[in-house]
């Protein structure tokens, strides 16, 4: 969840407080508040929105300045000008609603708890006998610790990029670099490159390691206020559930291997009731060609299966997507601007679809079965019809100043150029700044 303040800068909240209850005069009400860092005011110790009015069936009369919460048959009815007039009378309790209970401690608690609560349903019972001491006590309780043993299991798991990794081999003119101890964090670059040119260019990518990836889980992903895709369906649609597609078992471990990984990475979650359904399909992936002989002992030239890829047969459900024409850049364009540069330096997004979160409305529609259950994304996955268009967009709306002046973007490829190793440098310094800064991560 994010939040677009007045000030159009946008803020990330701590969790969410559900169901905690707020007297209003006579009346007690379950509010869901969202917890923000911000500073302390005593004087609006809480905000209650749209969601509290409509909860409270609350009757607005900007005429009369007045705001009417409706409980069954009774009512109270609250004066906005007068309290506006007062705002810092705390003795004035002449009025129908002169106070709204709220306990403070869960704001002075939030910091060393929310880590641990944050997606469980808190209710707060809110009394005018309840005393401050009585709700620290109820918020250090042993299930508190219990978690946070749990939690710490948990942040464990991102020390996992650190782990050995398995290397391919490489062409002559580049090699492996590390930016951590040993052998950890592995980086390609060109082997033709000085010492010192070398040392400089790991410094600059050491700096910027955040914005590289080596696993799945490394993923943060970009923020759903910058970018979201949306599935917009045409005017006349119907829904297609499809069965899943026999697999035999080599490709049924297959799928049940990428399913697990993508479960652990948190992109895909378990369904049961989506009106929209596409089946999954294992295809091998293609190598280099190479001359095999066949059955009339012919030399043929075959290109070598390196493994399978698991796809999503997205075909029935982009036929009912509205399509979006965002259009994509001329390669033949992009290979002028390059032309003449002196120095490259090629980078692609890791897993770039991924890091694109997908309309929460939308999500049950990217469903898809396999022999391990019904699973729908939250994240943007491969072969929906409009995910290059909204992944260009993004890329474009990132790279906005960067873009045929220092580097080129065409979907998850990205080509940083310089006159000079001394320019190449500095613009893929403020490239990698820039992809920290919107969370967009790179492959190594």
């Not at 043929?300 to 493994?307: E, L």
């Not at 601007?337 to 990217?366: H, M, N, V, W």
């Not at 790279?399 to 613009?427: A, H």
Request: one cysteine or more; a negative charge; proline letters at 6%.
């Amino acid at each position: 969840m994010t939040l677009s303040l007045a000030d159009r800068s946008i803020k990330h909240p701590w969790g969410i407080i559900e169901n905690l209850l707020v007297k209003v005069d006579k009346f007690v009400f379950p509010v869901d508040f969202v917890i923000l860092d911000m500073e302390a005011d005593d004087k609006i110790p809480i905000i209650l929105g749209r969601p509290f009015l409509r909860t409270a069936k609350a009757l607005i009369d900007v005429f009369d300045g007045k705001i009417t919460l409706r409980v069954g048959e009774e009512n109270t009815t609250y004066d906005v000008t007068r309290a506006m007039r007062h705002p810092g009378d705390q003795d004035d309790f002449s009025g129908p609603c002169h106070s709204v209970y709220f306990l403070n401690s869960f704001i002075s608690s939030m910091d060393t708890c929310l880590d641990y609560i944050c997606g469980n349903d808190l209710v707060g019972m809110v009394d005018d006998e309840v005393e401050e001491e009585e709700s620290e006590e109820a918020l250090c309780t042993p299930e508190v610790m219990e978690v946070s043993e749990i939690e710490c299991e948990k942040e464990g798991q991102s020390t996992e990029a650190a782990t050995p990794l398995e290397l391919k081999v490489l062409p002559s003119h580049l090699e492996y670099a590390y930016l951590g101890e040993g052998s950890s964090f592995p980086v390609i670059v060109s082997s033709k490159l000085s010492e010192e040119d070398k040392s400089r260019l790991l410094e600059v990518l050491k700096v910027n390691k955040n914005a590289i990836a080596w696993r799945l889980s490394d993923i943060q992903g970009i923020s759903p206020a910058f970018c979201t895709h949306r599935i917009l369906m045409e005017d006349e649609y119907k829904p297609v559930v499809q069965p899943q597609r026999r697999l035999n078992p080599n490709m049924q471990e297959v799928v049940t291997k990428e399913v697990m990984k993508l479960l652990d990475a948190g992109m895909i979650y378990p369904i049961s009731d989506s009106q929209w359904v596409s089946p999954t399909q294992v295809v091998p992936k293609k190598g280099g060609m190479t001359v095999v002989m066949n059955e009339k002992n012919e030399l043929i030239p075959s290109r070598t299966v390196t493994g399978w890829r698991v796809c999503i047969d997205y075909h029935r459900l982009n036929d009912a997507t509205r399509k979006d024409h965002f259009p994509l850049p001329f390669i033949d364009q992009m290979l002028e601007r390059l032309a003449g540069q002196q120095f490259y330096c090629f980078l692609d997004g890791f897993s770039g679809y991924f890091q694109i979160p997908i309309a929460p409305e939308d999500q049950e529609k990217t469903t898809f079965t396999c022999p391990n259950g019904t699973f729908a994304y939250r994240c943007m996955p491969f072969g929906l019809c409009n995910a290059p268009a909204t992944f260009q967009r993004c890329m474009v709306a990132i790279f906005q100043d960067m873009l045929e002046t220092s580097m080129e973007v065409f979907m998850d490829d990205f080509s940083v150029y310089g006159n000079s190793f001394d320019q190449c440098l500095s613009n893929l310094d403020r490239m990698l700044k820039r992809c920290v800064e919107t969370k967009l991560m790179l492959n190594w």
